[in-house]
Each structure stands twice: as structure tokens, then as C-alpha cells.
């Protein structure tokens, strides 16, 4: 079992920038892929980012690629997603999340989910 903790959600204007951080804990969980996913209302629930266990393979949704990035540092298991540029479709419940499969890129739900954490984008 891997557990998740999300967390830095919040109210940012257009343009502004936020980064969401999620602890994991678990047996292997260092091991995991680990994503972030997002939840707006009314829609389903969308990939954002992944990256390996290892830290050197990242993979981005195309409506993200260029303003996020997904980094992780496993000697504090943590992963982080760094939001710039965010505008007001980003809005949404984000969501970290994890996979056994080492090479996840995004194509199914994972495994494992954290909690959620809001972020809202005002115009």
C-alpha cells in the first residue's frame, strides 16, 4: 500500500503561479511512478503529469507541457508539481497519485490517489 498526502492548493490570479506538494509514504513507494491528475467541476478526471521512480522520466499533458513541471525527491518522498502561467481552465481539484508500473505515462487511472487539493484560477 502507498499512501499520499496533498497539499498547496489555493487562490491564484491569471498569470500567477502555485506549486501543489505530496508526501508518500508505503511500502516501495519510493519505487512507484508518481502523476498528478486534475478534476474540474462537471468533468472527468484528467492526467496532468507523471514522472518515474527513478526522477528521469517526466510526461506532460498537452494542455500543460511548457507551464508545469513535475519534479520528485525521493530522499524526502516528496513529490512536487510547479504551476506557472495558470489560467482559469486549470481550475480543479488536483489530485497526486501513484503506480507501480515504471514506466506509467498516463493512459490509466494509477493505483493510488492523495486526497485532492483545490486550486482556482480568478480572471
Known amino acids: 500500500q502507498v499512501q499520499l498526502e496533498d497539499s498547496g492548493g489555493g487562490l491564484v490570479q491569471t498569470g500567477g503561479s502555485l506549486r501543489l506538494s505530496c508526501v508518500y509514504s508505503g511500502r516501495a513507494a519510493s519505487r512507484h511512478s508518481m502523476a498528478w491528475w486534475r478534476q474540474a467541476p462537471g468533468k472527468t478526471r484528467e492526467f496532468v503529469a507523471t514522472?518515474?521512480?527513478?526522477?528521469?522520466?517526466?510526461h506532460y499533458a498537452d494542455s500543460v507541457k511548457g507551464r508545469f513541471a513535475i519534479s520528485r525527491d525521493n530522499a524526502q518522498s516528496t513529490v512536487y508539481l510547479q504551476m506557472d502561467s495558470l489560467k482559469p481552465e486549470d481550475t480543479a481539484v488536483y489530485y497526486c497519485?501513484?503506480?507501480?508500473?515504471?514506466?506509467?505515462?498516463?493512459?490509466?487511472?494509477?493505483?493510488?490517489w492523495g486526497q485532492g487539493t483545490q486550486v482556482t484560477v480568478s480572471s
Open positions: 514522472i518515474s521512480w527513478r526522477g528521469g522520466g517526466t
Open positions: 497519485a501513484a503506480d507501480g508500473d515504471e514506466f506509467y505515462t498516463g493512459s490509466f487511472y494509477p493505483e493510488y
